[in-house]
């Protein structure tokens, strides 16, 4: 399937998910569930130390630099490199700023209960040697992830000073749901819109004293939606966190830019990423110059090779799409999320 072609296809799932109910069956409960406090310590992480280890790769000295370290979290259907490599990574090199990818397993596919002990662990690891509070910056699934490490497992809470998320899909999408017509991966029923999951990590509170958060979203996006405004799936309320929640088209009007965009290549986004990395703070759309609306590519993005990078990862993304082991429901929550 060429690029055009498979956003095509994208708009028509989109279109699609309209039609369609908000929670398929197996994707939500109808009872309410409890869930456990805020303050409740987190669990004993079940993935062995070693595997833990092995997912998290570093570039540059944590110790060193101005800004915070930075930790990559990428979306489904991908490995850090696949996401990250020919975008953010670049960037970040040439500013000469430390960061550290975690690898997720099963490209992040896998029940997002288990990938985020995966981020738990990066978050300590990072701490530990950085010796300062780090940033996240995640794209699609990656940034609403390290939410459930903050929401589950307290202690990360002041490990952390920044979160930036990329098309985040932190209330779930419905876009997402003809994905799972009539079954998808694990972590892909989780993303559907108003998902037990998603149910789970936004109770209590969506955000937490110490920590801002830069929620970046795009109206054109055709799987992470609602995302007509700040009441739309990727923006975050209350909580105590510093928030802002910025569509790219609040800073540049009539802006293009559908999912893939918006999490990989746009100057925009980027714009605001680093503004939000560069200051004390949630990113400030004020601050942004302008004349970012009239560049194509951010910085690290190199047009020569663009081409065959974008079509490397839209096609790697629909193999795994293809080829993923499928469920038929949503995972069941895990104890530690409702109780006792």
């Excluded at 399937?1 to 908000?22: D, E, N, T, W």
């Excluded at 790697?316 to 006792?340: F, H, I, K, N, S």
Aim: overall charge negative.
């Amino acid at each position: 399937m060429g690029i055009r072609k498979f956003f095509v296809s994208s708009a028509m799932a989109c279109l699609l998910a309209s039609a369609l109910p908000v929670t398929p069956v197996g994707a939500a409960r109808e009872e309410p569930l409890s869930y456990v406090p805020v303050d409740r310590p987190g669990p004993e992480l079940s993935v062995p130390v070693a595997v833990l280890a092995r997912s998290l790769s570093c570039t540059g000295d944590l110790t060193g630099a101005e800004v915070a370290p930075v930790l990559l979290v990428p979306g489904t259907w991908m490995s850090p490199r696949e996401f990250f490599g020919w975008n953010y990574m670049r960037a970040l090199d040439a500013l000469g700023w430390p960061y550290c990818a975690v690898t997720t397993p099963k490209y992040a596919m896998e029940d997002m209960q288990i990938s985020a002990e995966y981020v738990v662990y990066a978050i300590r690891s990072m701490y530990r040697r950085a010796g300062r509070p780090i940033a996240i910056l995640g794209g699609s699934q990656g940034g609403m992830l390290p939410r459930w490490a903050l929401r589950f497992w307290p202690d990360t809470r002041p490990l952390v000073e920044e979160h930036v998320g990329l098309a985040p899909p932190n209330h779930g999408g419905q876009g997402v749901v003809i994905l799972c017509t009539p079954d998808c991966a694990p972590a892909l029923w989780q993303l559907l819109y108003q998902s037990d999951f998603m149910r789970a990590l936004n109770s209590g509170q969506e955000t937490f004293p110490g920590i801002s958060y830069t929620e970046i979203y795009s109206h054109q996006d055709q799987f992470v939606t609602p995302a007509l405004d700040d009441t739309g799936t990727s923006s975050l309320h209350g909580g105590g966190g510093r928030i802002t929640n910025v569509a790219l088209q609040d800073v540049c009007p009539g802006h293009l830019a559908e999912h893939v965009k918006a999490v990989t290549y746009d100057a925009v986004g980027y714009a605001l990423a680093v503004d939000a990395l560069t200051h004390d703070g949630p990113a400030d759309p004020a601050r942004i110059d302008r004349r970012v609306c009239n560049e194509e590519f951010h910085p690290g993005v190199d047009p020569a090779t663009f081409a065959t990078n974008y079509l490397n990862a839209v096609t790697t993304a629909q193999y795994r799409q293809a080829t993923a082991q499928r469920v038929d429901r949503e995972p069941a929550l895990r104890p530690y999320v409702t109780g006792p």
